[in-house]
């Protein structure tokens, strides 16, 4: 038996590895609060790539909740729910949210992977079957995987092959399909109508996972379920407090019976310290405002399409906009040549040089051959600072190689 290389000689390969195949990522320090601008190495920049959708993370209401929490409950729940940790404050919430998406009952966790990880891992095991959009988050993935379930994955947004394979699961004990609303890379929506419907078919459940729809979408943020009017029929409601609420922490509702069970099974739930009160309470400053405020997710969602007709109309490889989210592909629009990770490396790094951060996004977040510049928008951003992102994406894609680019500059 040949003797095991030390671990810090082996790591080193692997980091060599990584950085080889351009897939390097290394801490960005943001020295200030969350806002459309922030310091980052002492300069100032336009940021674009928060997921601090609606400009809530830094709102005074939010930041005065949290710290009259802080005040009164301390730092931290100290415990976990089921043992000391749970406190008035995240009944409050927990009661909030039940009725914000017009549901029975909801429960809170310290993050959006603890969430999904907890239900799925509470609903599924070894007889069951559960049936995931492939672009669905890391989270969904793991929880999948977690759960023992047999784990079925289908073309993202394709219903005929979700029908067929709803068709194969006779047999099974228990059939889950879950998908998110509003996917986080492609910032596209799921078609959530004909999905519950072709589940409800089949006798299985539904769970869609409100991640980058909280806030944004629905009458008054409730979501993408909410604003179609599927509320009834989607039976695991999934969404975080750290995106467009500004907080942190995410939350499961749906039936009494659904949150009753999670409390008794969720791992996730069951051994992790309670929600922070400051986080809780910033989550129900922000929800309120979400509901008394309607436009700031509706003059969101207007400057993102702008921002995608102009990216495209240069040519760009933009999609239409449907959502705060929008990705500009770095692949040169011919065959994949395996370097867009590289190309989205550069046009990010040359965006920050220009006093813009924007994220690239490369495999394995994405698929090979998709790189990106994700770019998100926030609600408090100008038009000025639009008009800036637009010139630095269109000259930096330019430079970088992008051919239909190229051909919209040298238009007369």
């Given at each position: 038996?040949?003797?095991?290389?030390?671990?810090?000689?082996?790591?080193?390969?692997?980091?060599?590895?990584?950085?080889?195949?351009?897939?390097?990522?290394?801490?960005?320090?943001?020295?200030?609060?969350?806002?459309?601008?922030?310091?980052?190495?002492?300069?100032?920049?336009?940021?674009?790539?928060?997921?601090?959708?609606?400009?809530?993370?830094?709102?005074?209401?939010?930041?005065?909740?949290?710290?009259?929490?802080?005040?009164?409950?301390?730092?931290?729940?100290?415990?976990?729910?089921?043992?000391?940790?749970?406190?008035?404050?995240?009944?409050?919430?927990?009661?909030?949210?039940?009725?914000?998406?017009?549901?029975?009952?909801?429960?809170?966790?310290?993050?959006?992977?603890?969430?999904?990880?907890?239900?799925?891992?509470?609903?599924?095991?070894?007889?069951?079957?559960?049936?995931?959009?492939?672009?669905?988050?890391?989270?969904?993935?793991?929880?999948?995987?977690?759960?023992?379930?047999?784990?079925?994955?289908?073309?993202?947004?394709?219903?005929?092959?979700?029908?067929?394979?709803?068709?194969?699961?006779?047999?099974?004990?228990?059939?889950?399909?879950?998908?998110?609303?509003?996917?986080?890379?492609?910032?596209?929506?799921?078609?959530?109508?004909?999905?519950?419907?072709?589940?409800?078919?089949?006798?299985?459940?539904?769970?869609?996972?409100?991640?980058?729809?909280?806030?944004?979408?629905?009458?008054?943020?409730?979501?993408?379920?909410?604003?179609?009017?599927?509320?009834?029929?989607?039976?695991?409601?999934?969404?975080?407090?750290?995106?467009?609420?500004?907080?942190?922490?995410?939350?499961?509702?749906?039936?009494r019976a659904l949150v009753d069970?999670?409390?008794?099974?969720?791992?996730?739930?069951?051994?992790?310290?309670?929600?922070?009160?400051?986080?809780?309470?910033?989550?129900?400053?922000?929800?309120?405002?979400?509901?008394?405020?309607?436009?700031?997710?509706?003059?969101?969602?207007?400057?993102?399409?702008?921002?995608?007709?102009?990216?495209?109309?240069?040519?760009?490889?933009?999609?239409?906009?449907?959502?705060?989210?929008?990705?500009?592909?770095?692949?040169?629009?011919?065959?994949?040549?395996?370097?867009?990770?590289?190309?989205?490396?550069?046009?990010?790094?040359?965006?920050?040089?220009?006093?813009?951060?924007v994220a690239a996004i490369r495999?394995?977040?994405?698929?090979?051959?998709?790189?990106?510049?994700?770019?998100?928008?926030?609600?408090?951003?100008?038009?000025?600072?639009?008009?800036?992102?637009?010139?630095?994406?269109?000259?930096?894609?330019?430079?970088?190689?992008?051919?239909?680019?190229?051909?919209?500059?040298?238009?007369?």
């Amino acid at each position: 038996m040949s003797p095991r290389q030390p671990l810090d000689s082996t790591v080193l390969g692997d980091l060599e590895s990584i950085r080889g195949a351009g897939l390097w990522r290394e801490l960005r320090e943001i020295e200030s609060a969350q806002k459309s601008r922030v310091l980052l190495r002492g300069r100032e920049v336009l940021l674009f790539c928060s997921n601090n959708y609606l400009g809530l993370a830094d709102h005074p209401e939010v930041i005065e909740a949290a710290a009259t929490a802080l005040s009164r409950y301390g730092a931290s729940a100290a415990s976990s729910r089921l043992i000391s940790g749970s406190m008035t404050v995240h009944r409050a919430l927990e009661e909030q949210i039940a009725d914000w998406k017009g549901v029975e009952a909801a429960l809170v966790f310290g993050s959006g992977y603890l969430a999904n990880v907890g239900v799925i891992g509470a609903l599924l095991g070894r007889d069951d079957v559960v049936i995931s959009d492939e672009l669905n988050h890391a989270s969904i993935v793991d929880a999948c995987r977690l759960s023992r379930a047999r784990v079925v994955v289908f073309r993202h947004n394709d219903v005929d092959q979700l029908a067929g394979m709803l068709a194969a699961t006779v047999g099974a004990r228990r059939v889950l399909v879950v998908t998110e609303s509003v996917f986080s890379m492609d910032g596209d929506v799921a078609p959530l109508r004909e999905i519950v419907d072709v589940a409800r078919r089949f006798g299985a459940w539904t769970m869609v996972d409100e991640a980058h729809a909280s806030g944004v979408f629905g009458k008054s943020g409730a979501g993408l379920v909410s604003e179609l009017g599927l509320t009834r029929d989607v039976d695991i409601h999934v969404g975080t407090l750290g995106k467009a609420l500004g907080s942190s922490g995410a939350y499961v509702a749906g039936s009494r019976a659904l949150v009753d069970l999670v409390v008794n099974r969720a791992r996730s739930f069951i051994y992790s310290t309670g929600l922070p009160p400051a986080s809780a309470a910033a989550a129900m400053a922000a929800i309120e405002i979400c509901q008394r405020e309607p436009e700031r997710a509706e003059g969101l969602r207007r400057r993102v399409t702008g921002l995608s007709e102009r990216l495209r109309a240069a040519g760009l490889r933009v999609s239409v906009a449907q959502s705060q989210i929008l990705p500009v592909l770095t692949s040169r629009g011919d065959a994949a040549t395996g370097d867009d990770a590289d190309r989205a490396v550069r046009a990010s790094q040359q965006l920050l040089d220009r006093g813009i951060y924007v994220a690239a996004i490369r495999p394995p977040t994405v698929p090979a051959g998709t790189s990106r510049l994700r770019l998100s928008v926030m609600a408090t951003h100008t038009d000025e600072d639009i008009d800036r992102l637009v010139a630095g994406v269109i000259e930096v894609m330019t430079q970088t190689g992008d051919k239909r680019a190229q051909a919209a500059r040298s238009r007369p």
